[in-house]
DNA sequence: AATCGCGCCTGACGGC
DNA sequence: TGCCGTCAGGCGCGAT
């Protein structure tokens, strides 16, 4: 599932294409979504110029002059550059077609994911107003997250996939996180000490920043061609149940807890 | 305010 | 071979 490396990723790699393009027209083939694509998006969207590309958590943000095209991926939502226009395919949703011919398009098999048109004040949109502070910045910190989780009950991973807390992190990163901070996902968050917390949010800003230079886990679009990431590789328990620790050997171990499959090293992390 | 769990959705996979 | 149940999970939302 992309998470904030792949759309980051993804942003990045998609400014080469967008940037500055007029927006020829655009065609909805599926608006079947989280939400059903608004009819008005089309007109609203054609002779728009692309001012902007942004990410923000999860969400990308192709802004314009008159508002901002809101995209989620969800689970399996893709969005790729098309050199020109082809026959759209199955789980094709939506095409943005510049004057240039490079056409943009979403593809989602579960229709997890969202496209709209928001206004101009982003910060006051409902689906942006609430988002915590970006991982990668400094405003996500250590003194952030102690503060933040001393009256919380909430086990720690549930705590860092609260975008209200911190935007982005999935449940990939969060496995992966705690592992390399050594800190058992069950904890309830508000027992972390300090010094756990600043170890925490510097382990979820190195996971997260080196899997964006290896070029993500899921994704790379930028030749149309879906690879797996090479970030995979690197994953030392996200869906490794049963194999061996990297660091002491014992069986990585798996549940379910609240509806999320936690993987963890009981040795490593306590 | 915080927490919990539902529902959305398709495809892969395993058992019979 | 085919059918059916289970799992995967982001995240908004309603209930508690």
Partial sequence: MPE???????????????????????????????????????????????????????????????????????????????????MPGKHDHFDIIFNNQITVRFNDVRRFGSVQWIGLNLQKHKLLSDLGP????????????????????????????????????????????????????????????????????????SILSSSIIVGGTMLDFRDGNERVGAFTKHLRVYKRNGEPCHICGSAIKYERIGMRSIYYCENCQR
Avoid at 45 to 67: A, E, H, P, V
Avoid at 174 to 203: D, H, T, Y
């Fill in 4 to 86: 904030l490396p792949e759309i980051e990723i993804l942003c990045a790699g998609i400014k080469p294409y967008a940037l500055g393009n007029v927006i020829s027209k655009c065609a909805v083939y599926n608006n079947s979504l989280r939400w059903p694509i608004s009819p008005e998006l089309i007109g609203l969207l054609q002779g728009q110029t692309i001012k902007t590309i942004s990410r923000r958590g999860k969400y990308l943000l192709f802004n314009c002059d008159t508002g901002c095209l809101l995209i989620h991926l969800g689970m399996t939502g893709t969005l790729r550059v098309l050199p020109h226009f082809t």
């Fill in 134 to 205: 970006e991982p990668l910045t400094n405003n996500f910190n250590g003194l952030y997250f102690y503060t933040k989780s001393r009256t919380r009950k909430v086990i720690v991973k549930q705590f860092i996939m609260d975008h209200k807390i911190v935007a982005g992190i999935g449940n990939i990163y969060a496995n992966e996180a705690l592992f390399l901070a050594g800190i058992q996902p069950k904890i309830p968050v508000g027992q972390l000490s300090k010094n756990r917390c600043r170890r925490l949010v510097e382990s979820i800003k």
